[in-house]
């Protein structure tokens, strides 16, 4: 089977909390955030992919990993290549992580069925309020949108790892969004613990929208945020992450 990818990075230490992770980057997204730093990704740019191919290069350096992270993109745009991927990967004796950014519910609800979700890391843009998630995400109209990412928070409640991200690109956000947003996850979860991330934005060559370039937010100013997100939202792990590395708030 044939997948369209991006990139592969044989060990982070950044994309699943805690954990050393394989990364895949699926190439192609139905969203288009203006301030998204991975245009050709969007684009679906790339390259067609055995899945055998990458489950040898996954093979020879399980040693090192805990987790096989699939991210994008959308990888829930290609979901027959998505599940092999899983599946061949819990052959080999490794968790599975999914970074999604929540909009495909059908595919997320497949996966939980089959027990095919160890850790599952979503963007949550900002509050979902479809006319402040239409901004962010670069859409006319994000009602459709705003009701497809509150069914898939119902499908991650049964999940035990959950790592829920918001990157803060201060023309877009308030930290009062971000509360707020938080707040709502808390709530589509059913108050199941999570673990939160404060993501600084840093803008790279390939910027959608290159008036982003300059928005920047500093690793002190996202700490000092994070203190309010986690006094606020009621979340008790909360963690703030930059160029700096990553770092848990207290």
Known sequence: ???????????????????????????????????????????????????????????????????????????????????????????????????????????????????????????????????????????????????AIKRSYRAFREIDFIEIRTTFVPSLLTLEDVIAAVRQARELLGRREFYYVLQQFFPFEELLDPNFKDVLVSHEKLLEMGKRVKEESGVERVFVRSKAGIEEVF
């Not at 050709?40 to 990458?54: T, Y």
């Not at 092999?84 to 929540?102: P, Y």
């Not at 996966?111 to 962010?136: F, Q």
Request: glycine letters at 6%; a negative charge.
């Open 1 to 147: 089977m044939l997948v369209k990818i991006g990139n592969l990075v044989d060990l982070s230490l950044v994309d699943v909390l805690f954990h050393p992770a394989f990364v895949i980057w699926f190439s192609g997204c139905n969203f288009r955030c203006p301030w998204c730093s991975a245009a050709s990704l969007v684009r679906g740019e790339g390259e067609l992919v055995e899945i055998d191919d990458i489950v040898e290069q996954i093979d020879r350096v399980k040693f090192l990993v805990d987790y096989v992270q699939v991210t994008g993109g959308e990888p829930t745009l290609q979901p027959e290549a998505l599940r092999e991927i899983f599946l061949r990967v819990k052959e080999l004796g490794l968790k599975t992580s999914l970074d999604t950014n929540a909009s495909r519910p059908e595919v997320i609800e497949e996966l939980v069925r089959e027990g095919l979700i160890d850790h599952l890391a979503t963007d949550l843009k900002t509050v979902l309020i479809a006319e402040k998630y239409a901004k962010v995400i670069g859409l006319r109209d994000a009602r459709e949108v705003v009701k």
